[in-house]
């Protein structure tokens, strides 16, 4: 092949590229409304609705949220804390041990 033949035939693929790339229907696709989005969630979640007049706000979907938060267990505290294992100040770690009868 010539030197113009290898232009010709990388020109065609990149403009074949670049016609599939904007041809593409995943990238031409909108994203829902916020009140699409907001119908979608009453439709699942129909206790969200607080005053239950079919329309759901956005404070309602806070606080619908806040309530079904589960609570924080406590945070357990390490057997051994800050144990270093090298030279470097980086390398320390909290060590949990697990209770247990057997070995």
């Known amino acids: 092949m010539t030197r113009f033949s290898l232009i010709h035939a990388g020109v065609r693929l990149l403009v074949l590229s670049a016609l599939i790339a904007v041809s593409c229907p995943g990238w031409a696709e909108e994203k829902p409304s916020?009140?699409?989005?907001?119908?979608?969630?009453?439709?699942?979640?129909?206790?969200?609705?607080?005053?239950?007049d079919g329309k759901l706000t956005r404070e309602e979907v806070l606080e619908f949220r806040q309530k079904r938060q589960r609570p924080r267990g406590a945070v357990a505290e390490p057997t051994h804390a800050n144990v270093k294992y090298g030279k470097h100040e980086r390398n320390v770690l909290d060590f949990y041990q697990a209770e247990s009868d057997k070995p």
Do not use: H, I, S, T
């Open 34 to 52: 916020a009140d699409e989005r907001l119908q979608k969630l009453l439709k699942r979640f129909p206790d969200a609705d607080k005053n239950k």
